[in-house]
């Protein structure tokens, strides 16, 4: 295998960065590479520039890759890092997602400024989070909370919270852990009740297709079980159209050969709530989630769709 250098590119935050090491110290042992061939080329994007709106408003998913992906089409990097769950259901032409890592636990959690969980948070006390799906997911069980835009990165969000901007907020557990920060949960939420972002908790590697030289590199750290996992997940949310305007949640598994999904899509307010779930082969993935998701559009009908898009 070649060795020259290569390029890993990842947005800026503390979270990102340790994504991005994580990749790199995985293909230094799957390959027998120093450190020295590999450099983490930061790139802002404009999720990170844009702090004083919600995500949908600007433009979705798509804000937090265009520039990583735009330098990896001209070839200031080789290959990208990305939360799966950042990542829209369409990619540029000539790019893949070449490889997950193995997923980290896929829960929420709630941090209290003063109290131990969600349920115990004052009558109209403040929630703060950027994520309509974490909005649709409270307000289901407390439409008596107000919920309030709460952007940036994981500091960012703590040292509002502590500066009384709210009395609550939610953050992936996966994120916590990977920046040893898992402490600071006052409650993990049961992803029963409370379902994860489709693709949280795993790590993505975007690559330019047919990199005669990456593609072979990357594959060698490929988790195959996660793959059929966001496969599914990422064909449910395809088929949803799905992007940082719609609350959908929802997790596949898989054991063995075997693969199971749940997913839930909800109105912004929490109110209605339509729920599926199948199981199947893990090698069927993507049409199971695509199975699904057209199902649940079916189950829910027009009028659900139209009334939050």
Excluded: Y
């Excluded at 600071?184 to 047919?210: N, T, W, Y």
């Excluded at 949310?237 to 305007?245: E, I, K, P, Y």
Aim: charge should be negative; hydrophobic fraction near 45%.
């Amino acid at each position: 295998m070649q060795t020259d250098m290569v390029k890993i590119g990842t947005r800026g935050s503390a979270l990102a960065m340790a994504q991005a090491a994580e990749v790199r110290a995985r293909l230094m042992a799957a390959h027998g590479l120093p450190e020295e061939k590999f450099e983490i080329v930061v790139i802002s994007t404009a999720g990170d520039r844009i702090l004083d709106r919600p995500l949908a408003q600007v433009g979705g998913k798509g804000l937090f890759t265009k520039e990583i992906e735009e330098a990896l089409l001209d070839g200031r990097i080789d290959l990208a890092v990305h939360s799966s769950k950042d990542m829209p259901t369409v990619l540029p032409d000539g790019l893949e997602i070449s490889a997950f890592l193995e997923r980290e636990d896929v829960r929420d959690v709630f941090i209290g400024r003063s109290v131990a969980s969600l349920e115990h948070l004052a009558h109209g006390a403040k929630l703060g989070t950027s994520s309509l799906r974490r909005q649709a997911l409270v307000l289901r069980l407390r439409p008596d909370l107000e919920v309030g835009m709460f952007r940036g990165n994981v500091q960012t969000r703590l040292r509002k919270l502590e500066e009384g901007v709210a009395e609550g907020t939610l953050l992936a557990l996966a994120g916590l852990k990977r920046l040893g920060m898992e402490h600071v949960a006052s409650e993990v939420m049961d992803p029963a009740r409370f379902p994860p972002a489709l693709g949280q908790g795993a790590i993505c590697i975007e690559s330019r297709i047919g990199d005669a030289r990456i593609g072979p590199m990357v594959a060698a750290i490929h988790h195959a079980p996660t793959g059929a996992e966001l496969a599914c997940e990422r064909a449910f949310l395809g088929t949803l159209d799905g992007s940082c305007r719609t609350p959908i949640a929802g997790l596949a598994r898989v054991e063995g050969d075997a693969l199971r999904f749940h997913g839930v899509v909800l109105t912004p307010d929490g109110r209605e709530v339509h729920e599926i779930s199948d199981e199947g082969k893990a090698i069927d993935a993507a049409r199971i989630g695509a199975s699904l998701g057209a199902a649940i559009r079916e189950k829910a009908g027009t009028r659900f769709f139209e009334s939050w898009t």
